[in-house]
């Protein structure tokens, strides 16, 4: 999938702009808060209705203005061509509108137009809890198939409910039923995450071992209370400390998803640049599975490219990333000068965009 031309008006610091991208590589360059970040979370309001900053739509409309409208228009890898169109505005709220014609729900529009993000802020995959891995997991999966979220809403009711009922005392045969509601829906929530980390898993391994040379390995790991029983067995076994404690101490709320180098935690064992690279690699692997599925190359944003990265990853990340296997790609980086000598020398050919004050020239 290729976004051929992007406008922009009063997104954030920019008032009005009009793009038309390169289907290979785009580059954005400018000072720190030029912009360059915005251009690309205007590019993930057309994909997915929202900012990948935790920002609200009403925090995305330009200081002092009342709306904002994104605008873009797609190339299908298979030659279908797409209108885009997203506004917000600060009574009426979100309108997401595809060939002209309003979705009646924005969650129609997930897993249509396959985008993937690598930016800064990725590293809390890493450093946070498991809350944060849980979220990055199911916002995969949600974009893969169309019937998980509906699961894991059920999932969370019913769990909700089991622990407003543990504080009640409740009769045995009640929470029966909440163990085998909870127990279903576990089963398939549990069966997909296994299948999905199943997959990443060799691509994570081999993106990584590109990206650094070989010099290092890592392994990414699900943990889940059920892979010891199934979860109506061990709500059951837990029965006891859950009337204690009031609240379910088991089932895939507390699932994980372990990373590691060269067999030790990440968080505490590798650097800074092999973190960088470890969620580089994850996201490469997330690429693969929603080109497969969309059976459309994914576009590629990568903002600040050289974020804790050596020349030589770098280098080797856009040998990667600009041959066949991946489609559209937008960079943003500060520095002009080192970002067209790596591009250069990794032999990719780009358009280059430079950002000031929310403004784009040639
Ligand atoms: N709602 C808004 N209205 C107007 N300006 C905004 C709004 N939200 C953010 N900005 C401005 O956008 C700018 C930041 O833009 P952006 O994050 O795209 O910068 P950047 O070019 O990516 O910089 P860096 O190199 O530091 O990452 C800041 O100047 C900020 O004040
Ligand atoms: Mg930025």
Redesign the pocket.
Known sequence: MILDTLSIINF??ICEEQLTLSPDVNC?V??????????L?AVHYLALAKSMHTLTDS?????GKDSFLVDGKFKRDDGRLDHVVCGYTRRGGKTLKRNGKEYDKLSDHIGGFPIVVVSPADSALISDSAEERRRYINRLISQLDRGYLAQLIRYNTTLQERNKVLKMNPAEDMLLIYDQMLSTSADLLYQRRTEIIAQMRPLVEEYYALLSDQREEVEIEYRSDLQSAPLSELLLQSRQKDFVNEFTSVGVHRDDIIFSIGGYPLRKFGSQGQQKSFLIALKLAEYRLLAEKADDRPILLL??LFDKLDMRRVAQLLRLVGGDMFGQIMI?D?NKHRLQRTLSEAGVEYKLFH?NQ?KATL
């Open positions: 954030k610091n954005f400018g000072d720190n808060g030029a912009g360059k970040t915005n251009i979370d925090q995305s409309v330009c200081h903002d600040d943003t500060c950002i929310g």
